[in-house]
């Protein structure tokens, strides 16, 4: 067996043994996952089927020519879906493989045994391939089973998208994996100031981009298709690998299988070319890099009074020890995790520079259905990125915490108040960025002051009821034989409560929704039923976010109360 054979047989015991301790999970958990994952799927392919099914209307050409807009526009979209999934998969494939190549326990074990480093690199991009991706192609499954039943495409369509995600999903991950080792090489010897200044020119450099790029000006209703085909042509570069597998895709459903199967072939070409190169890369920059930051960990000496970091006891003074301690540990571990805060800051970033764009709308979009339809959007958006963040980042850290566990259990605190300094943390943290941003979107779109309080008190619910359930059931399922967060969150454990999230956020969203929209749904005028049915709203969201919160954290507090170390 060869060396490479042997490191990709280990990893897939490993998935197996995983796949298969499943029996001995919890019957509840296990369905209550299952369920909710297949009513997911299913609540996709409802809206993509609906949404595609209005497009190929919207498009029918009532003269009864052949022309159809709408197929127009969804082979267009979909090339702008598959760019956007580009540039996302090359950023998680940066995080992913900072955490599989550089802070995993094990590797301290690899990079000292005969395994030669290039069998350890395809290895270990096959690993960050599947963390990836795999949420990648649960939700773009039923899009592309939508497409193909909206237009009556050939089965050979199902065929050539499954034979194009692979091709395509290793592009970007070889992509993140040579970012990441070279970050990882420069990191040690490059000054922090240079670093910050660096990436402070980098961001400005895209908010000015940006900014230009979403000027909307007072464009008439009669110029959005135009604009429309003429932003989405951009997208179609013969040289971005997003178009070959859109093109690849829709040339097999037009039944133009030879243009297809150009497609595929490029992709494999240019997948195979960019691992190689990774490959290549991994022999110069791997080790060194590796040794560097291990090295750079003893380095450097903090004292308590200096620095920002050094001076954290100081700042939260008010807050009493023992919880102070904590939130100081998790801060200085928060900060010195590159990973972790610069993710929470593009995303966020990217949500203010769209929410500061918003005052170049066009004017068509003045109205207040548009109006309290956009802010229910931006909520939705905000909801969405806070519940990554909370999934990604709040989720592991009990887990986090590994075999130095039992240590809290000698220190001169209780669970209870171990599990809400997490909580509140938690939540501190987020209401600042997305309270700010849905702020800014009302402020912008200048809302009325019921929609602006409904905005806040909807964003407010959702900050304390993500909290709850990622604190609560990371209680609930810890993993204290684990080091990876990015294994961590692809657990039973963080599959659900990425679920329970994205349920509890359309929920909320919903009630909000139908509030703004209540003119355009039931009727003009705050009648009697409308404070009534608004009262009922408020009601039920602060309901649903109590159960959300507490109900996760007593079953994970009595998890860890329970538990013997």
Not at 246 to 271: C, K, P, W
Request: charged share 10%; net charge positive.
């Amino acid at each position: 067996m060869t060396p490479l054979r042997a490191a990709l047989w280990v990893k897939l015991r490993v998935a197996g043994h995983t796949i298969a301790s499943i029996r001995h999970q919890s019957r509840l958990k296990v369905a209550v996952v299952s369920i909710a994952v297949v009513l997911l799927w299913a609540g996709a392919f409802v809206a993509f089927y609906c949404g595609l099914h209005w497009l190929q209307k919207f498009g029918l050409d009532p003269s009864g020519g052949g022309l159809n807009l709408g197929r127009l526009l969804m082979g267009s979209l979909l090339s702008v879906l598959t760019l956007a999934l580009f540039l996302m998969l090359t950023f998680s494939n940066v995080l992913i493989a900072f955490s599989t190549f550089y802070r995993t326990r094990e590797m301290a074990y690899l990079v000292q045994s005969p395994l030669p480093v290039h069998s350890l690199f395809v290895a270990r991009l096959a690993e960050c391939v599947a963390f990836s991706s795999w949420a990648s192609a649960y939700l773009g499954s039923p899009l592309i089973l939508a497409y193909g039943l909206v237009t009556d495409a050939s089965p050979v369509l199902y065929l050539a998208a499954a034979l194009v995600f692979v091709p395509f999903v290793t592009i970007p991950a070889a992509l993140g994996a040579m970012v990441t080792m070279l970050l990882a090489r420069v990191f040690p010897i490059v000054k922090k100031w240079v670093l910050i200044a660096v990436a402070g020119g980098a961001l400005l450099a895209m908010f000015l981009y940006l900014r230009g790029k979403f000027v909307a000006g007072e464009e008439s209703a009669e110029r959005i298709l135009s604009l429309v085909f003429d932003a989405t042509s951009r997208t179609q570069s013969p040289f971005l690998p997003s178009h070959w597998a859109a093109h690849g895709i829709l040339t097999a459903a037009a039944g133009r299988y030879t243009e297809s199967a150009f497609d595929l072939l490029l992709l494999i070409a240019n997948a195979l070319f960019f691992s190689w190169l990774a490959m290549l890369a991994a022999g110069k920059l791997f080790y060194p890099g590796w040794s560097a930051l291990k090295g750079l960990d003893h380095q450097r000496v903090r004292p308590m009074d200096k620095g920002l970091l050094g001076r954290m006891d100081t700042l939260f003074r008010a807050v009493s020890n023992p919880a102070r301690g904590l939130i100081v540990k998790d801060i200085k571990l928060f900060w010195r995790d590159p990973t972790q805060w610069s993710q929470f800051l593009i995303f966020f970033g990217i949500m203010a520079v769209y929410i500061a764009n918003l005052r170049n709308r066009s004017a068509m979009l003045d109205a207040e259905a548009y109006r309290t339809f956009i802010v229910s959007l931006n909520l939705g958006a905000c909801s969405l990125i806070t519940a990554t963040l909370t999934s990604r980042f709040v989720y592991p850290l009990i887990s986090l915490e590994g075999q130095r566990f039992w240590l809290l259990g000698l220190a001169p605190l209780t669970f209870r108040q171990l599990v809400w300094q997490k909580y509140w943390m938690c939540v501190a943290t987020t209401a600042v960025f997305s309270m700010a941003i849905v702020t800014l979107s009302c402020i912008i779109l200048h809302m009325e002051a019921l929609p602006f309080f409904l905005s806040l008190y909807s964003m407010a619910l959702v900050n304390l009821g993500l909290a709850g359930m990622s604190v609560g059931l990371g209680s609930l399922y810890p993993n204290f034989n684990e080091d990876n967060p990015a294994r961590i969150v692809s657990g039973m454990g963080g599959t659900l409560n990425f679920l329970l999230c994205i349920a509890y956020i359309t929920a909320v969203v919903a009630g909000q929704t139908f509030m703004l929209q209540w003119e355009r749904l039931i009727s003009r005028g705050a009648s009697s039923a409308y404070w009534w049915t608004f009262a009922v709203v408020v009601a039920f969201t602060a309901l649903l976010t109590a159960a959300a919160t507490f109900i996760p954290m007593h079953l994970g507090l009595r998890n860890l109360e329970q538990m013997e170390f």
